[in-house]
């Protein structure tokens, strides 16, 4: 018996992914841990497709004080669900405190148990660590707990394109299957998300992917870029996904997504082959091409960030990040998965808008 562990939808995607094309025959649980929205409604969807031997749903709510949660992990106690299955492997996507404390469940029952990782975003792909323990309250819970996760080591990641991990575990490296028609896995995920099985024409040309930089206390001026990004296609073409931290009103007299999907799986109810999609610096803006293979161009602005608004060079935290993000879309754009560009000038990016 094997087990998986989400606590968003995106997790919920990947794992069906890995479930169906690499374990397909394996008895296995799934654990859904509720901390977002509408994750009661997708328990109950997944239970009704009868992929997994059982899913358990797990009230976050029932955790208990800050003390009591420390408390748990130290000495290895689970308060949430009977547990009684013994696993050979477990999938975590990261560490949050449910996989922490099943891991420790799950390892005191089998020292032989085997510990994978699940692509959770781009994290894996820009050198985040799966398990972090440089902060203090790891360290307790690792110098304390016997059977703790941060005594582990992973031994396999299912990742879109292992060839752009940054930073590779000491483990083997196994390739997801793009979410396209062919892969068994869409047709389940788009069921359990309740998604049409006909995509729909996107309506516009330029899709704008929207982020809060300046309340990150990053100094780019967003205004001024948006302001020459939006004058590029008639204003019915152009659209706008609103980042979850974005005040509602940023973009008052525009198009704007309404959607309450994730990113990915808006990818998966229309069809952007005739659509760009510009952002400042955001990687989402690739999320589509390494989970899909979707071929709408990319273009990425950090690069004409860096010609037009001098200034961000006084500032060592947005001049890294921009140099980051370049790095990466450099790399990404030796995929054959589509274009991607990296503008330096509003003339760039025009002329670039016209050749697309």
Known sequence: MIAFIAWTPLHVMNIINTKV?????????????????????????????????NVFYIEPDKIGSKYTRILNLIINKNNFID???????????????????????????????????????????????????TNKKNKVIDFFNPYSIFKSKLSNCFVYEPDLVEVKEDANYHTLKKLTDSNQATSIIKKIFGLKSQKDIFPGTLLYLDQPLESDQFKVNEKMIFDEVSNLAPQKDFWIKLHPRSNKNKYKDFQVIETSLPWELYFLNYDFSDTTIISPVSTAAFSPKLMMGIYSPVVLLPKMIKTQQPSVGEDDRTLKMLDSIIFFSEKFSHLDIGKSYLPETIDDLKLIIKNN
Not at 98 to 124: C, M, T
């Open 83 to 133: 547990y009684k299955e013994q696993y050979s492997q477990l999938f975590i996507q990261g560490e949050n405190y449910f996989s922490k404390i099943i891991y420790g469940q799950s390892k005191k029952k089998n020292p032989q148990l085997i510990l994978n990782y699940i692509e959770d975003g781009l994290g894996a792909y820009v050198g985040s660590k799966v398990l972090d323990i």
């Open 21 to 53: 094309n690499f374990f397909s025959s394996e008895k296995s649980d799934l654990y859904i841990y509720g901390e977002f929205s509408n994750s009661k409604q997708l328990y109950e969807s997944i239970k009704k497709q009868k992929l997994f031997t």
